[in-house]
Nanobody, 123 residues
């Protein structure tokens, strides 16, 4: 019914920038909170940043001042602008969203994940 498709990952040198995008598609009624998580090899998945439908944001301490999360509600898309990248930012980045969609005559709410996009920062 709903899918999230990410793009924008890649290889960048330390100090560089990348912009991740995540577009939701399907029979969407509304999208509540959206966020980005990351998972480095051998580590647990961790929260990077979240944004509510009203635009309130939250960041993990290690990315504050370097990363910016934003969303375009008309396009059902969330972005993560990453500046001043560090080698420790290397991970697979996953998009997450709480989405309410149409299912027949009903509205169904679920939690959805993108497929992940690799971000590699070289020193």
């Amino acid at each position: 019914q709903v899918q999230l498709v990410e793009s924008g990952g890649g290889l960048v040198q330390a100090g560089g920038s990348l912009r991740l995008s995540c577009a939701a598609s399907g029979s969407i009624f509304s999208i509540n909170a959206m966020g980005w998580y990351r998972q480095a090899p051998g580590k647990q998945r961790e929260l990077v940043a979240t944004i509510t439908s009203g635009g309130s944001t939250n960041y993990r301490d290690s990315v504050k001042g370097r990363f910016t999360i934003s969303r375009d509600n008309a396009k059902n898309t969330v972005y993560l602008q990453m500046n001043s990248l560090k080698p420790e930012d290397t991970a697979v980045y996953y998009c997450n969203a709480e989405i309410t969609y149409y299912s027949g005559i009903y509205h169904v709410t679920g939690d959805y994940w993108g497929q992940g996009t690799q971000v590699t920062v070289s020193s």
